[in-house]
């Protein structure tokens, strides 16, 4: 299979194995295109995101683009004469862009599509409670997500598995989809699929009010909405004024004392009262603190009686 000129476009984690997958392939990476450096940790030092990290060490050209609608950016792309552009956990791209590539441009989406289109659809597919999710390559088009489809694959969610999980296991298996889309679209092959927008479903950006618990819900439906939350943003309950982030949870099975939201702390483990059950919490962060154990939560926190999560 001959080698395609790609310019690559991606930012965070997600998108490493990928690029990585496409060098190890042999095709010729012709620039990559990531976010700006941002200022990370106490000292606010301007960190390069993973997918440069990755393009500097394999000495590749970089383009990091205040923004992707300015001319510029269109003609840098198009100066690198690309045969295609790959695109993972990227910026939306206008037109002038994605139409540059002689052979297309296509994006790694994780889900299975025409399921969870949006910023978050692995968080959204977990928290739904759903038991299988996948990745997609898709041609882009004018709107978002809803290009014609190429290649799919799927995976089981596991029933206590988190988002950070499930984001691992994605990243990996989509660099081989990406890698194997490139081959199909230089061998000429690949049959595009409309996607059915009857079947659309959103997965919109997760903002801090989707992550507040509501505890007069099922102890299930908390349970996928904690575990759709971690590792982040992280679901929350207040206490005392104080949020708890609870990251891992389990639904136990006995019955509920109390009002939603009641704490419950027995032989040193931690229950709070759902709808219908109790959930147990397994790991937790008091604001301020590290993530912690239950076990290790509680040798220096004490719930009074009758103590209410809000």
Not at 139 to 162: H, K
Not at 176 to 189: C, K, P, S
Not at 269 to 293: K, S, Y
């Amino acid at each position: 299979m001959p080698a395609a000129r790609i310019v690559f476009m991606g930012t965070p984690e997600f998108a490493v194995p990928s690029l990585a997958r496409l060098i190890d392939a042999g095709h010729e990476i012709v620039t990559v295109v990531t976010g700006p450096d941002k200022p990370r940790g106490r000292g606010q030092k301007l960190t390069p995101t993973p997918v440069k990290e990755l393009a500097i060490a394999h000495h590749l050209p970089l383009l990091q683009p205040e923004s992707v609608k300015d001319p510029a950016f269109a003609d840098a792309v198009r100066a690198t004469a690309p045969d295609i552009a790959v695109v993972v956990a990227f910026r939306i791209l206008p037109r002038a862009v994605f139409s540059v590539p002689a052979l297309g441009t296509f994006n790694l989406h994780s889900s299975l599509l025409p399921r969870y289109r949006g910023a978050a659809p692995i968080n959204w597919a977990v928290i739904n409670g759903e038991t299988e999710t996948g990745v997609t390559t898709f041609f882009l088009d004018d709107r978002v997500d809803t290009g014609a489809m190429l290649l799919q694959e799927r995976i089981p969610i596991g029933p206590e598995e988190d988002a950070g999980s499930v984001h691992d296991r994605l990243a990996v298996l989509g660099a081989d989809v990406v890698a194997r889309t490139v081959e199909h679209i230089l061998a000429g092959d690949l049959v595009p699929r409309h996607q059915d927008p009857g079947a659309a479903t959103p997965a919109p950006k997760i903002f801090k009010e989707h992550c507040h618990i509501d505890w007069t819900r099922p102890a299930c439906v908390v349970h996928d909405l904690i575990r759709g939350m971690s590792p982040h943003p992280g679901a929350f309950a207040f206490h005392d004024g104080h949020v708890l982030k609870i990251y891992r949870s389990t639904v136990g099975q006995g019955r509920v004392r109390g009002v939603p939201g009641t704490v419950l702390v027995e032989d040193g483990r931690l229950f709070v009262m759902a709808a219908d059950h109790p959930l147990e919490v397994i790991d937790l962060q008091q604001e301020g603190r590290r993530r912690m154990t239950t076990a290790e939560f509680l040798r220096g926190y004490t719930f009074p009686p009758a103590a209410l999560l809000a």
